[in-house]
């Protein structure tokens, strides 16, 4: 993978979360929403990362994906008590050998070492406070897919506590607590702040904007500096394989670096190879998507369609949703029922539904709404069974219809 850096956005958030700018409310919280692989975490480490380290700003990332298998709440704990051994640790290990439990650093924070790296001892909001104090320097706090934290009710007490920690921190003219919340979902990403009872309501999602022209020049570039007999290099036709491969850094180098490899029997230029990749790649995609779709069960195809319809308005066991199952069935749904099919959804591989700790419902990859959305504006929503398959209604009542 080539690197390719953002260096001028970069500076721009970086500046905006000091809370530099007139006007804006940055320096309360950045939240970024990008779809998946498009460079989002790429940017946020490799970018964002050391714009604020120039800064003086020490920066503590945290991916909530790292290992969906643990809490979410877990994981933000454990990221600042390696940030903050990594400040205290010879401090720590110096009291232990002499026998004492208390330090002070800097001559004013008082530590208890018997505590440090255990998660029940330090809140958040204190963990946050003694880094920074240990530091000497403001800290900004990464959290990648931070969507995630709304998992369980571990993530969502560590996002209240976070908001707490930045207003206790934070006050006009100083910001002591910088916040980086990015998701791959914004529909997602939005329940930290839609409602009343959410952690940082009132706040406001920004996009982050995809790889551009510039990225496709640079790529241009680097195809001309080697291969000099491809100069000039179609900057048009690579800008529009970059759109279909969905601006996926990841897919489009991998296609350039299949049809530039001399072994690849092309001849002449590379760039309708590499437009014709991408058509592949995006009809790959969206047959992929048909094909987990036909494979499920008739009441969860009626339950996922409910729900891409929806988004965030989805209400599985309202009146209008059970009869929406009900006509497009032809049978009564149950709320059971519906339960049952919820649960199959979010335990298939890969994951198709995601659940919060709060009982709400999302599609795990907001992908499918794109594709969902692209069918109904052309007119094939549903998709087609396949041919000798049963009709839907059939395969429910043959399968599992109860009368409610």
Same mark, same amino acid.
Request: charged share 25%; proline share 5%.
């Given at each position: 993978m080539i690197a390719y850096h953002r260096q001028a956005l970069a500076q721009q958030m970086a500046h905006a979360l000091q809370g530099r700018l007139l006007f804006g409310d940055t320096h309360?919280?950045?939240? #970024?929403? =990008?779809?998946? %692989?498009?460079?989002?975490? /790429?940017?946020?480490?490799?970018? &964002? @990362?050391? +714009? $604020? !380290?120039?800064?003086?700003?020490?920066?503590?990332?945290?991916? #909530?994906? =790292?290992?969906? %298998?643990?809490?979410?709440? /877990?994981?933000?704990?454990?990221? &600042? @008590?390696? +940030? $903050? !051994?990594?400040?205290?640790?010879?401090?720590?290990?110096?009291?232990?050998? =002499?026998?004492?439990?208390?330090?002070?650093?800097?001559?004013?924070?008082?530590?208890? @070492?018997?505590?440090?790296?255990?998660l029940d001892g330090l809140t958040l909001v204190e963990?946050?406070?003694?880094?920074?104090?240990?530091?000497?320097?403001?800290?900004?706090?990464?959290?990648?897919?931070?969507?995630?934290a709304l998992t369980s009710e571990a993530g969502e007490a560590a996002m209240t506590a976070l908001k707490s920690a930045r207003d206790q921190m934070n006050r006009p003219g100083q910001v002591d607590l910088m916040l980086v919340m990015s998701g791959s979902d914004r529909d997602k990403l939005l329940r930290l702040m839609v409602s009343a009872g959410a952690p940082f309501y009132g706040s406001q999602i920004q996009t982050l904007p995809p790889l551009d022209t510039d990225f496709i020049a640079h790529?241009?570039?680097?195809?001309?500096?080697?291969?000099?007999?491809?100069?000039?290099?179609?900057?048009?036709?690579l800008q529009e394989a970059f759109a279909a491969f969905g601006h996926r850094p990841q897919f489009f180098m991998a296609a350039m670096g299949a049809v530039l490899n001399p072994l690849s029997g092309h001849d002449g230029?590379?760039?309708?190879?590499?437009?014709?990749?991408?058509?592949?790649?995006?009809?790959?995609?969206?047959?992929?998507?048909?094909?987990?779709?036909?494979?499920?069960?008739?009441?969860?195809?009626?339950?996922?369609w409910r729900l891409l319809d929806q988004g965030p308005r989805f209400?599985?066991?309202?009146?209008?949703?059970?009869?929406?199952?009900?006509?497009?069935?032809?049978?009564?749904?149950?709320?059971p029922q519906t339960q049952k099919a919820l649960e199959s959804l979010r335990q298939r591989s890969p994951v198709m539904v995601w659940k919060s700790a709060r009982g709400e419902y999302a599609v795990e990859d907001a992908a499918m709404h794109r594709w969902f959305q692209g069918r109904v504006e052309a007119g094939t929503w549903p998709p087609g069974p396949a041919a000798g398959r049963r009709s839907v209604d059939e395969r429910f009542q043959a399968t599992e219809a109860r009368p409610a």
């Open positions: 309360n919280g950045l939240f #970024l929403a =990008a779809p998946r %692989r498009t460079g989002k975490s /790429t940017f946020l480490q490799g970018d &964002l @990362t050391p +714009a $604020l !380290q120039q800064a003086g700003i020490g920066v503590v990332y945290v991916d #909530l994906w =790292a290992d969906t %298998r643990r809490d979410p709440g /877990t994981l933000i704990a454990e990221a &600042l @008590t390696q +940030a $903050l !051994q990594a400040h205290l640790g010879l401090v720590a290990r110096t009291a232990r050998k =002499a026998g004492l439990k208390n330090v002070k650093v800097a001559g004013t924070l008082d530590i208890d @070492t018997s505590r440090i790296g255990q963990a946050l406070r003694h880094l920074r104090d240990a530091s000497g320097q403001p800290v900004a706090l990464i959290i990648d897919e931070a969507q995630h790529v241009a570039a680097l195809v001309e500096a080697q291969r000099p007999d491809l100069v000039p290099v179609d900057r048009a036709a230029r590379f760039e309708p190879e590499l437009q014709r990749a991408a058509q592949d790649q995006q009809a790959q995609d969206e047959a992929q998507m048909a094909s987990d779709y036909l494979g499920l069960r008739p009441l969860e195809q009626a339950v996922l209400r599985p066991y309202d009146a209008e949703a059970l009869r929406f199952y009900r006509d497009l069935l032809g049978v009564p749904v149950s709320v």
